[in-house]
Structures are given as structure tokens and as C-alpha cells.
């Protein structure tokens, strides 16, 4: 059985498994579940890689979107420096953790994209 990329995009932004389909790999907000309950797939083989991924993925979003445009407010005198300072790292921490579900998706997305004969593999030790 193949699974193509795009299948594997969509379900995956969709929080559902990107072999079977079935939803819900959040253990919770911050974790996935180690293996689909439907299929089988181990979605934590790399657990510690996954959670690297978010934290890095957050940084460049918080970085792009939060920390260069407060320097730019600074440069413009549109607010004080620490101001801006205290408000970039509260916004930056907030908004990574609102977002943390779409990063872990985001993440398991592109393992599964990149390596798609992950999905087929029938060998499932933790069955
Ligand atoms: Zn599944």
C-alpha cells in the first residue's frame, strides 16, 4: 500500500495518523501518542528528534514573526527597548505554546514525508 506525500501532508496538519487516517495522536497538548491506536504506526521513534524539532521550528517562527518585528518597532521609536524586549519574549513563549500541537504535526509531517517507506513498514516490534 502506497501513501502519497500530499495524503501524508493533509493528514498529518490534520492531527490524523498518516497511515490509516484515524484522528486523535495527541496524547496531549505538549506529547503524541507513541503508536497509533488504529494501525499500529510508531509515530515517537525518534521522541526526543520530534520535540527537538518543535522547540527549533518555534524559535525560527518566534524569531520572524515576534523578535525582528519588535526591532523594527524600536529602530522606528514606535515603543520603548524593554518594552519591546518583555513583550517579544512573553508573545514568543505564548504563541509557542498555543501553536506546540501544529508543530509536533508539522514535525511527524515531515518525517513521514521524507521518508514515506516508514509507513509500509509492517514490522511493528511494540504490537
Ligand atoms: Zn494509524
Not at 519588535?70 to 515603543?79: N, P, S
Request: some cysteine; aromatic content about 14%.
Amino acid at each position: 500500500m502506497t501513501i502519497h506525500r500530499k495524503n501524508i501532508i493533509l493528514r498529518c496538519l490534520s492531527f490524523k495518523c498518516p497511515r490509516c487516517a484515524a484522528s486523535g495522536y495527541l496524547k496531549s497538548w505538549f506529547r503524541i501518542k507513541s503508536q497509533c491506536e488504529s494501525c499500529g504506526l510508531i509515530l515517537a521513534r525518534d521522541e526526543s528528534g520530534f520535540y527537538f524539532g518543535t522547540t527549533s521550528i518555534g524559535y525560527v517562527i518566534s524569531f520572524l514573526f515576534i523578535i525582528i518585528p519588535a526591532c523594527v518597532a524600536v529602530i522606528f521609536d514606535l515603543m520603548g527597548v524593554w518594552v519591546a524586549v518583555v513583550s517579544a519574549i512573553c508573545l514568543s513563549i505564548l504563541v509557542n505554546i498555543l501553536i506546540f500541537p501544529v508543530l509536533l504535526s508539522w514535525v511527524i509531517m515531515s518525517y513521514f514525508f521524507l521518508q514515506p517507506e516508514a509507513l509500509e513498514d509492517t514490522d511493528q516490534k511494540e504490537n
